[in-house]
């Protein structure tokens, strides 16, 4: 069972940057595809982007592609989120997740682990 923790979050202004990181416990991280998900109060947690074990392939929601780079260090066991270019609407708590079983989905219901999150403010 893989226990993921999460850092990074803080308060940004708009248009500014921030690199999330999330580690993992565990020495099968490198088999998970991990992923990046984000919550709004009590909105529906958001699928924000996704990397595969293996090959790691990438997939973006498209209120984040092209400002959003996910990535990971197996080695580290380490999964990364840059964003750039932040906007107000990216204010969420931000969740990692592991998926053992490589479905490379953007379903939270595909996802076995969970972190405890870190929260992003962007002020305008």
């Known amino acids: 069972q893989a226990q993921l923790v999460e850092s990074g979050g803080g308060l940004v202004q708009a248009g500014g940057s921030l690199r999330l990181s999330c580690v993992a416990s565990g020495r099968t991280f490198s088999t998970y595809t991990m992923a990046w998900f984000r919550q709004v109060s009590q909105k529906d947690r958001e699928f924000v982007a996704a990397?595969?074990?293996?090959?790691?392939?990438?997939r973006y929601a498209d209120s984040v592609k092209g400002r959003a780079t996910i990535s990971r260090d197996n080695a580290k066991n380490l999964l990364y989120l840059q964003m750039n270019s932040l906007k107000p609407e990216d204010t969420a708590v931000y969740y990692c997740a592991a998926d053992p079983y490589g479905r490379y989905s953007d379903s939270v219901g595909a996802y076995d682990y969970w972190g405890q999150g870190t929260q992003v403010t962007v002020s305008s």
């Open positions: 990397i595969s074990r293996g090959d790691s392939r990438t």
